[in-house]
């Protein structure tokens, strides 16, 4: 199954609409006439969204330049109402957003979502057709006690509660070992395969062995220029989620590269 890679930047609570604009103009300018046959994502905060939005529309890429698609890093299960602080998938729409990342483990961990509530964040961003980057991942005490193919299972069969196959080949699983993410600690290329191969065994138990041969499953956590081809080369790897060394052009663009040519 030949699988296109996806290269997605996970900007987390970095670069208003001003470092968004420096930020493309020098990443732009770099990718200028090359094509990595990869799909390329950037998650910024919401107040950057107009301005990533404005900035690839107006740009005058050459034809053999990427398109780069927008992604937001979360939003509400809700339509619309009295929930103050949440953004709806109504409204990223306006913004020319395609990807959302749901289940972040941050989100997780820090604000208490739940597999019940990435649930319904996921069918409500399928409604709105976007497509989800859903997350997960084990902590180190969770690995260390045995139990990577527990968790792993529970929150992929939580998450994807009542979700047609069709929405599924919609969505883009990213495994991102807790430990791994922003730690500079990388899984083995050998762990992360292991770990996308039982993901991509439970999806074939939930879906069927079809659904599991195209679902595109990223690896998150410390990925850098130095080792996005290991883990690009493994065979269930299909794309990165990247977080701090994509808030540099140069080394979002060396992990693409390196990454791709595998
Ligand atoms: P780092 O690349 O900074 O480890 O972050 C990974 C991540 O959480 C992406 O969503």
Known sequence: MNRKLIFAANWKM???????????????????????GSDIV????????????????TRTAGANSPTIEIAAQNCSEHDSGAFTGEISVMMLREFFVHYVI???????????????????????????????????GETLAEREAGKLEAVLRTQISGGLHQVSEK??????????????IGTGVTATSEQA???????????????????AAKIRIQYGGSVKPGNAAELMACPDIDGALIGGAALDAQ???EIIKNGSAQ
Not at 14 to 32: R, V
């Open 251 to 253: 080394s979002f663009l």
């Open 42 to 57: 950037i998650a910024p905060p919401f107040v950057s969204l107009s301005k990533l939005a404005d900035v690839l529309h």
């Open 102 to 136: 749901l289940g972040h483990s941050e989100r997780r961990s820090l604000y208490g979502e739940v597999d019940a509530v990435i649930n319904q964040k996921i069918l409500k961003a399928r409604d709105a057709n976007l497509k989800p980057i859903f997350c997960i």
């Open 193 to 211: 395969q292991d770990a996308h191969a039982f993901v991509r065994s439970v999806i074939a138990d939930l879906y069927g062995a079809d659904a």
């Open 167 to 180: 929405d599924l080949s919609e969505i883009i699983i990213a495994y991102e070992p807790v430990w791994a």
């Open 14 to 36: 970095n670069k208003g609409p001003s470092e968004t604009e420096d930020f493309l103009k020098s990443f732009l300018s770099k990718i200028q006439g090359q094509n990595f």
